[in-house]
């Protein structure tokens, strides 16, 4: 055991575990993040080597406190699949031979301490609900928008994953019946539309084949638009460049069709957005959000009482999500608190 901090309880780990990178924090009881580490995945290394590479990432976050993985009371491990109840990761599309493989079991064995995996999103939105923006709402929803749109739902501090374990993929609902392929296989998924890549595919329609100019293309001379940087994306609509502006408006119009149809089935109390886009535009794209939902609601029964703002934790919201769920499941086995 390394050193003790004193004074702030217990200690927990939270990792988030993505397709290119791999962020691992300290974190105490409150939500205050001690430290980080971060490294990149190297996913094509394959499945063991990833949740090695995790564990090395905590425990060099430890070390920065002067601090060893005995001092983690758990661990949380955030990653980009769902996670069943033996620890089994079902399907990582973006990591070779994340495929039913046993996540906690190497986890585990490589950290030597108690460890929950959580799918990333919903490890986002439950970060949100504990230490964000979602603070006391009762039935959360929440959404980021990235490379792809995680997101869950957390209903009266629970996360709802379905009899499947594999609910709440808040990006895989259809908002356009026979509409642009979707990385999931789809068509019309709503992640085709108000993701970063569906966005880059709209940009690149409109500059490369419509001929269209847009100071986007000097941002990006090498023409691959889906490695544009939400920095670049905010510039570009600041200075109202035409191709930038309709492309993050239409983002912003199908993000608001999907919290549409969550508002119907689920009626949430507040609904929470995020992601790099969201933190370099929010205020700029929430009022199309809010007017694309508005629009696909009942006033009188639903959008009224529903609460679209935006996220507060940042590049934390999935490791803080994650220690905090790591923290509530190690509480629920051995009931001390
Ligand atoms: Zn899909």
Redesign the pocket.
């Known amino acids: 055991m390394g050193k003790k901090t004193n004074g702030v309880g217990r200690l927990f780990g939270g990792i988030d575990v993505g397709g290119t990178k791999i962020l691992a924090m300290v974190a105490d009881e409150n939500g205050n993040v001690l430290s980080t580490a971060k490294k990149k995945t190297k996913g094509e290394q394959g499945f063991k080597a990833v949740c090695e590479r995790a564990a090395v990432t905590m425990l060099e976050a430890a070390e920065v406190e002067g601090l060893t993985l005995g001092d983690l009371t758990a661990i949380g491990v955030g990653v980009p699949t769902p996670v069943l109840p033996d620890g089994v990761a079902a399907y990582a599309p973006n990591l070779p031979g994340w495929k039913n493989a046993p996540l906690i079991k190497n986890m585990e064995a490589f950290t030597a301490r108690p460890c929950y995996g959580v799918n990333d999103g919903n490890a986002g939105v439950y970060g949100e609900y504990v230490f964000g923006a979602g603070k006391g709402a009762k039935t959360l929803l929440g959404l980021f928008v990235g490379t792809g749109i995680g997101g869950g739902v957390c209903y009266h501090g629970e996360l709802i994953v379905g009899e499947n374990h594999m609910a709440a993929?808040m990006?895989?609902i259809?908002v356009q019946e026979g509409g642009r392929k979707?990385?999931?296989?789809?068509l019309?998924?709503?992640?085709?539309y108000a993701s970063k890549t569906g966005m880059a595919r709209k940009i690149a329609w409109e500059i490369i084949q419509e001929g269209r100019e847009s100071i986007l293309a000097e941002m990006v001379p090498n023409g691959n638009y889906a490695t544009i940087k939400s920095s670049a994306l905010q510039e570009a609509y600041r200075k109202e460049d035409p191709v930038a502006v309709e492309a993050l408006r239409e983002l912003a119009h199908y993000l608001g069709v999907g919290v549409a149809s969550y508002i119907t089935l689920l009626g949430p109390d507040m609904v929470v957005i995020g992601g790099g886009v969201f933190e370099s535009l929010g205020k700029e794209l929430m009022p199309f959000v809010k007017e694309s939902a508005r629009r696909r609601t009942w006033p009188e029964a639903s959008y009224k009482d529903t609460k679209i703002i935006l996220a507060q934790l940042g590049d934390h919201a999935v490791g803080l999500g994650a220690a905090a769920h790591a923290k509530h499941r190690f509480a629920a086995e051995t009931k001390t608190s």
């Open positions: 993929e990006g895989h259809i979707c990385g999931c296989g789809h019309g998924c709503l992640e085709a």
